[in-house]
């Protein structure tokens, strides 16, 4: 008998036909011989509207009632359908954050999990009952209510399965698992059945919304495996696996990551000397702004030019920042663009096989692609490129590494 | 230093204006000086929009699953009403059922409290904050979330009162007061400064809605001085007092309550038997019936008459059960009205006043008004009479008893 937990999103729970969809998934799989936790988030919509409440009566809101306030979302979602699984015949146990002790620190909005004591759950689960537990939310030493911030329903149930040692997490979401690329720029795109948790990051972190990255963090930590899959359709998903895994070795890439969301500046002609790139960053992140990529090009005559990528929101400030700088320093010129993006090739097979990035270079050259910046890590090469070339570059990719094909 | 617990329906925290407007009030009562907890129900509509949702999913809903959906509906009001008064500048910390240990059975959708545990309350009492706690919930031994039933926030205000040995327990609703009768019937009808438990008890029971009878019940019981008071306009409203209070003597009659919802049921000839009452209420009974005021006439030829009332609600199939009982105990005749209503005197000042009763016989018979049924207790005196006269019988008593001059 596996002990399995299971996580379904606000969307996957929107309406009360959603969640009698899901209690079916969830019965089914009880039914085929498992131990069942589900973790649920708000009713999609919910948070949104506890939220406007919330800031009808002060702005911004108190912090620590406004975790009083949202953790009613899931706590609704949790009695729904655990009387829906009720009336199907399965019998089921709704539990909040607080009566499973997810203890977190007093981070309020955005908590980080501490420690769950797992023996209520268990002794439900050995009474026979589904599990149902609100995700996004916690206690704290002193008893008051917690939330993770959004997107923490993902970390509850990883947290969930690592403390009671379950046989797998399974994310439930709108997609139907993890892809080579987005579906909608390359559609051969394909589902992979299976990618390390180091791809997943890297992934997550270059703007593929499957999983919140704190969650992938977490079971990574925690040896937890973890799955995506759809909440709509049946499939077995991507299992998202330790690298040790002898089935890994075949592929060089997983996947070709994107992100829409960047603009780069540049500072040229500042005098290169030791403690510049402090000098120019600085003020940058004083401001709590997020830099990407940083790139310096050699030095030539006794002055450098420096570059830095930033999410393109920031973009106006970002430049302010900089000219403020390039005036103090004595810098020729600062240039900005908006209209790039940046498209990365993932795959921990880049390790042990050398020439991924030429070829990568060399793809993008054929297709008359002008690369502006690049950066690399160990399991990652990034581009820069106009944003015009972001679908022919994906493609390009896509199909120079063979991931078309399975 | 007064030490006040405070209580807000749902009628008064239904919006967001209602409850900054409470916040306004709390505030101004904590600046004269005051310990102020503030117990609260869900906004208006949210606790029907809560029974709908789970009506929706399953028939009738799990009873523990309900409470943990339920309770959701006054922790959204705490955390509201608490961040209003933060925006006002005054400190407030809000506190669920759980986290203030309001300890009950385990009875869900009905539960009775047993403990409250106020050092939380107190500490936080001492820190200067206003302490806003849900009502209409509490937890059971084993952690589970219960709720009192509905009106159950009355209840948790008198318990908060009790354990924390509070000066007065306020209970703000929609009308500034207990009155001499229903004013929209007798439009001279005066707000009463007190009245005793006793006769509140009586007053609730009858169809005066002011206050929930298990709490005032419980205020009695535990000695918790009780207040009415509007929460839209100013004023002293009722205070609920103990028998012993030595301005209590002066009145007679300190009220006139009334119930439309009343329909009685007479079967006429039944053999006059010992047990014979129990045959013909104890079918009754068994399907959850509840007989109010029962009428045995004497014994004419070895046969009697027997009359009670019942909710006007059940008058059908108490009408079915009592046809099927008369022919078993071979009765001659099963008659019923639903046309009818009972009007009641009450007042502590019965038991040291002769002559209350034909008084009101007196009264009623002067305007023409026919009495049906009468039934007396210590502090009350009933007559049923038909419909027609209920405005015309309540106006009469209330001009005969001296109630229009304070």
């Given at each position: 008998m596996a002990l399995i937990v299971q996580k379904y999103g606000g969307t996957s729970v929107g309406s009360v036909e959603r969640i009698q969809a899901v209690a079916e998934k969830v019965k089914a799989s009880a039914e085929a011989g498992n131990q069942i936790v589900v973790v649920v988030s708000a009713m999609s919509g919910e948070t949104n509207r506890l939220v406007e409440l919330a800031q009808a009566v002060q702005q911004p809101p108190n912090e620590r009632e406004l975790d009083v306030l949202l953790s009613t979302g899931e706590q609704v979602t949790i009695a729904l359908l655990s009387m829906t699984l009720d009336a199907l015949g399965q019998q089921a146990c709704s539990f909040t954050g607080a009566q499973v002790h997810i203890r977190t620190d007093s981070a309020h909005n955005k908590a980080r999990i501490q420690?769950?004591?797992g023996a209520r759950v268990k002794a439900a689960l050995d009474a026979g009952k589904v599990v149902v537990v609100a995700g996004f939310q916690g206690v704290d030493e002193q008893g008051n209510i917690t939330t993770l911030g959004r997107g923490g329903s993902d970390t509850t149930a990883v947290a969930m399965a690592a403390a009671l040692k379950a046989d797998e997490c399974q994310i439930f979401t709108d997609v139907d698992g993890v892809y080579t690329t987005d579906p909608r720029v390359e559609p051969k795109a394909r589902r992979l059945r299976t990618i390390t948790f180091e791809e997943m990051l890297e992934m997550a972190s270059l703007g593929?919304?499957?999983?919140?990255i704190r969650a992938v963090e977490f079971a990574g930590k925690y040896d937890v495996p973890l799955r995506v899959l759809s909440s709509f359709e049946d499939g077995e998903g991507t299992l998202i696996t330790f690298e040790d895994d002898p089935t890994m070795e075949k592929a060089k890439i997983s996947g070709i990551a994107f992100n829409r969301d960047e603009a780069k500046l540049t500072i040229m002609g500042v005098p290169d000397q030791p403690g510049v790139a402090h000098k120019i960053l600085g003020p940058v992140a004083e401001r709590n702004i997020e830099v990407d990529m940083i790139v310096q090009n050699i030095s030539q005559d006794g002055t450098t030019d420096f570059t830095f990528t930033v999410n393109r929101g920031d973009f106006p400030k970002a430049m302010d920042i900089l000219r403020r700088t390039a005036k103090e320093l004595g810098a020729r010129e600062v240039v900005g663009d908006d209209n790039i993006v940046k498209i990365s090739l993932v795959g921990v097979g880049m390790r042990s096989h050398a020439g991924i990035a030429s070829t990568m270079f060399q793809s993008l050259a054929d297709e008359g692609i002008n690369i502006c910046l690049i950066s690399t890590s160990e399991i990652k090469v990034s581009v820069v490129v106009q944003e015009k070339y972001l679908e022919l570059g994906v493609r390009a990719l896509h199909e120079a590494f063979g991931l078309t094909e399975a």
């Open positions: 420690d769950i004591d593929s919304k499957v999983l919140q």
